[in-house]
């Protein structure tokens, strides 16, 4: 456990280095928020990468692996496509370049499509966030059995994601992606063909495991598989940390180029995590992680490398980059949301002749705030999937229609996009609860909330669309085409 503690130490040290190595340049809104809009594509690939790689995948999705075997991937493969489609936004939205999405429902819609926006926003990524609290707690619970329980894991992970992402805000969080995309790509990519041989090869991984866990569906409905796919799908084509790096870039040309290291890097990084998994099934198919198969991938890392000090090395290290993907995930979709009460709401509306070193102290108290509600969230989750899926789905039914509209459909509304946030917020929000069950059909009641939200979400965008006058040639400008 000593050279666990090491590795985690040393990485904790580092984060916080290089968070102090980039304040004394944070002088501005534009430094703290974007940048100063100075980000390389190398720099844009490493933290896009890691903000799109947090616990979702490294827990939810390794769970998901763990049980239902390479299917999994159907939850990975929504991201991947949304990839593909966001080649083509990259450079509208650098040449945009504002601050925050709400910032761009604004321009495109009205003031109270930028508010509504801004609750969605703040619903999801609290949620997205509170998770990477919990996967980090776990780790440290795993490191430090008998000193620290996953709840107090929880709250130590929560300090060092807070005061992180307070002191330097973009260009920190930035930079420190880089250095844990490095090590994290190289920790799972070797860690895999050792846990491979541990298991005996591929055919007694094959021999050992349902026959299901290697088939296109599993043992999953197609239902259940696009419940995977497309909320992930959806919160990537839509993801406001994703278009705050691309405001972030230094030209369009840098924003596109991120988007194909970026598209090679998650499909390597997310099959690799989903074959751990499916390897760590095989391995360990009953005791503790049994019933807790969302710390496979850790658990791999601190029983799988025994043997020899260089492969103890290796197992402290893939914990190690876990636990800084996790801190770096959590960093990312802590600090978005605060942008958007300073930005959308303290800056627009209470003090818009803020100085910047008042609206750098309010920036700084927003983390704070937000991460403390993050945490408060996180003591209340049970499964890393399940609330990963609840996040994505907010964000997908209630921003993704809109934002997307914005760029590629010239007849969408102010009013219609007003109506689309609120019915896909209200309907993923009230999907769950014991009054809809009670009014709607059982067959529909008992799926996710993506497809009632979503449908429910586009039908109010297209409807109200064509019930009312178009959009000025002053809202369409400054998202035509180049």
Known sequence: MNLYATVLGIIVFMLLAVSLGSLRNVKTKADYLVAGRSLPAFVLVFTLLCSWIGSGSLLGGAENAYRHGFAALWQAGGGWA????????????????????????EARYSQTARVLGVIAILFTYTAVTSYQFVGGGDILHLVFPTFITPVLGQYILAG????????????????????????????????????????????????????????????????QAMELFLPTCLLLLGNQS??????????EKAATRAVVGWIIGTVILETVIVAIA????????????????????????????????????????????????????????????????????????????????????????????????????????????????????????????????AFFWKRATASAAVASIAVGTVVTISWDTSFVHAHVPAILAQRDAIFPALFLSLIALVAVSLLTPPPSSAQLKPFAEQ
Not at 82 to 105: E, H, S, V
Request: proline share 4%; with cysteine; charged share 10%.
């Open 160 to 223: 060092f994601v807070i005061v992180f992402t307070a002191i330097a805000g973009m260009a920190s969080v930035a930079y420190m992606d880089v250095a844990i995309g490095l090590l994290a790509t190289a920790a799972l990519i070797v860690a895999f063909p050792v846990l491979m041989h541990r298991a005996g090869g591929w055919g007694a991984v094959h021999a050992a495991l349902p026959a299901t866990h290697f088939q296109v569906l599993g043992d999953l409905s197609f239902a």
């Open 278 to 405: 499916v390897v760590g099934s095989a391995l360990y198919p009953v005791g503790e992680v049994h019933d807790r198969p969302r710390e496979i991938l850790a658990y791999c890392g601190l029983h799988g490398f025994g043997g020899s000090r260089l492969l103890e090395i290796l197992g402290a290290l893939l914990v190690g980059a876990i636990f800084a993907k996790i801190i770096s995930t959590a960093n990312n979709w802590l600090f978005s949301p605060a942008t958007n009460l300073i930005n959308d709401i303290f800056l627009r509306y209470i003090a818009p002749e803020s100085s910047n070193k008042r609206t750098l102290a309010i920036s700084r108290l927003m983390v704070v705030l937000l991460g403390l509600w993050a945490l408060y969230q996180s003591l209340h989750v049970q499964s890393v999937l399940k609330k990963s899926l609840y996040a994505y789905t907010i964000y997908s039914a209630a921003l993704t229609p809109v934002i997307l509209a």
């Open 242 to 251: 994703m278009y705050q790096k691309f405001f972030s870039a230094k030209s």
């Open 82 to 105: 949304g990839l593909l489609l966001i080649y083509f936004i990259a450079p509208r939205a650098r040449k945009f370049a504002q601050f925050t999405i709400p910032d761009l429902l």
